[in-house]
């Protein structure tokens, strides 16, 4: 179906509930301001200056106005911003700022009814998309639920300027209660004039009554006529422990676009005829309150490559008050490449309310060690160490966090980062 007639056919849906009640008129809508500030201090080498001190400032923004008790409209808007107050050379060629999105939303209990107009992300069978546009949500008959949208998509913005450029996609499910759902997913994208993606997929998830479940999905690329992804888990529920199992395989002709114009920035992986397929489990005992173990294992598994590789670890972790915990990982990786061919071994706490101190209201610690063996760039080892601390003041309105990480390996010698945090709320409207 051609884009145009796509808009045609739901454009005018939310110009007739605009003028249609709302389960509840809300006599106190709230307006709500989020910021979130970090600051950076790294070194990076550059093409024009070795050690080029990176100081970099991130604005994240929140803004909300509407009833979070009611249906309704409402309006949400999220974006950031950068600053480099160092030598501003690293970010010279990267977008300082973006809106990641700001929308109208209406609802309405009548048929679950959900819309959106503007720039969204939607997640909608395979879609994972950000897109400029409108999507619309809702029941269809007590067994059937449609979800459909269209606009630009956010991806291609810089390619060729957007002239030409089109997304629009749909999804309708099968479900009865929290028995089974089963939907089936269609999406096209245009990217000047040329068709640059259309892939078909079906997911499910069927929970019957009993320990087990199982959901995945599965896409195909009609393009290329081949399979994109498959990916399925399996968790139940066996002697107090939860064990979950999966599958995922990727081929990647069918998972990644050749085109020049495409925004992938794995396309250059598209045309090797590989398969990756990744087989593994997860088993969890929570053995008392205080205690719970894990083991995990995986196979990586290449059509192509010669480095199939196997990880195994376990993970042990102790809850004391709150949310305090202290645990620690032991693993290995076994494989062809020297990456992929190593012992790691890790540490960490997280100490909640600390006991007679009210300079913070939490303290965290990590520390990861991985021995390669065979040597990388002439290393054989990686290390990585962060410590960090937070506090809340202002009846937690205002939050405070600072960390600082060390790492070395293969690929980088002493890498030093602090970050500092501040996450600041502001009630603009609210009940009084």
């Known amino acids: 179906m051609p884009i145009d007639t796509f808009w045609k056919n739901i454009v005018f849906v939310p110009l007739l509930l605009a003028f249609a009640p709302a389960d509840h008129v809300s006599a106190a809508p709230q307006l709500s301001l989020t910021s979130d500030t970090i600051f950076r201090s790294l070194e990076r080498d550059t093409s024009e200056k070795n050690n080029t001190q990176v100081l970099p400032v991130y604005e994240y923004l929140q803004l909300y106005y509407g009833d979070r008790e009611n249906k309704g409209f409402s309006f949400h808007g999220y974006g950031w911003g950068r600053s480099d107050l160092g030598d501003d050379i690293f970010f010279d060629k990267n977008e300082d700022g973006e809106l990641l999105y700001g929308y109208m939303e209406y609802s309405h209990s009548s048929n679950n009814l959900n819309i959106k107009l503007g720039r969204q992300h939607v997640f909608a069978g395979i879609a994972n998309e950000s897109v400029d546009g409108l999507r619309v949500t809702g029941d269809i008959t007590p067994y059937f639920t449609l979800s459909a949208y269209g606009g630009l998509p956010v991806s291609l913005d810089k390619e060729n300027g957007r002239n030409g450029d089109s997304i629009w996609g749909a999804k309708i499910a099968h479900h009865k209660g929290t028995l089974y759902n089963v939907g089936v997913s269609y999406k096209q994208i245009y990217n000047d004039d040329i ?238």
Request: proline residues 3%; glycine residues 8%.
């Open 195 to 432: 068709e640059d993606e259309e892939i078909l997929g079906i997911d499910l998830a069927l929970t019957p009554a009993g320990p087990i479940s199982f959901s995945g999905l599965s896409s195909r690329n009609l393009l290329s006529n081949e399979w994109a992804e498959h990916s399925y888990e399996a968790p139940f529920r066996l002697f107090e422990k939860n064990v979950r199992p999966y599958f995922h395989q990727f081929e990647y002709d069918g998972l990644f676009n050749t085109r020049s114009n495409s925004a992938d920035p794995f396309r250059f992986l598209a045309g090797t005829d590989e398969t990756l397929t990744i087989i593994g489990s997860d088993i969890y005992w929570w053995q008392s309150e205080k205690w719970d173990l894990a083991f995990k294992v995986k196979n990586y598994d290449y059509d192509i490559r010669t480095d199939t590789s196997r990880f195994y670890s376990s993970l042990l972790t102790w809850h004391g008050e709150e949310l305090s915990q202290v645990g620690g990982e032991m693993g290995v990786m076994e494989g062809a490449a020297a990456e992929n061919d190593y012992l790691l071994g890790r540490a960490f706490f997280y100490w909640d309310q600390p006991a007679d101190n009210k300079a913070f209201d939490f303290v965290t610690g990590d520390l990861l060690y991985v021995y390669y063996n065979e040597t990388i760039f002439g290393q054989d080892n990686s290390l990585f160490l962060s410590l960090g601390i937070g506090s809340h003041f202002f009846n937690k309105s205002l939050a405070v966090k600072l960390s600082v990480d060390y790492s070395s390996d293969p690929f980088y010698d002493n890498d030093f980062r602090g970050t500092l945090r501040i996450i600041s709320k502001f009630p603009l409207l609210k009940e009084e």
